[in-house]
């Protein structure tokens, strides 16, 4: 069954599927008529051959307090979790993880690393820790939007 059938059904006994449509519509317009846009498929092109400097990374890891498991020094978690907010893709599409041979030692550990590593955060210091990810991502997809070179000092965004 197709999405707009289970939603007609849903609005139906209510009478609201008009008004549904007429907002569907509206939201439309105003995307349609929106000059600002965001290039993700450009994002995800600039930040191909893109890492996550590894004193950067540093920095944004010191906003994680009692931080005990080791595994997250590697910033290569942290390309990948900055990577997937700039181009909000899922991700495991990020091109440092994709090459990792799937299956393999190493691909594994990154992807427990990343899940432990939020588990984490969110259990000792959410906010802070989502927050400077998202800060830095901005700035970075700032750099990318305006083309202008992609190194981004975490110390400067953090502040």
Known sequence: MSTERTLQRAFRPSNLW???????????????????RTDYAQRRELLTGWTLPESDWRVILATIPQRKNRGTQDSILGTILIWSEVTQSYYGHCPVLSSLKVGSMERRR?????TQLNRAAFKNNPPRFIR????Y???????????RDLKVHAAKVIG
Request: glycine letters at 2%; aromatic letters at 2%.
């Open 18 to 36: 008009p008004e549904f449509e007429a907002a569907v519509d509206k939201v439309a317009q105003e995307i349609d008529a929106s000059t600002e």
């Open 110 to 114: 990154v992807i427990a690393a990343i």
């Open 132 to 135: 400077v990810l998202r800060q």
């Open 137 to 147: 991502a901005a700035a970075l997809s700032s750099a990318c939007d305006k083309g």
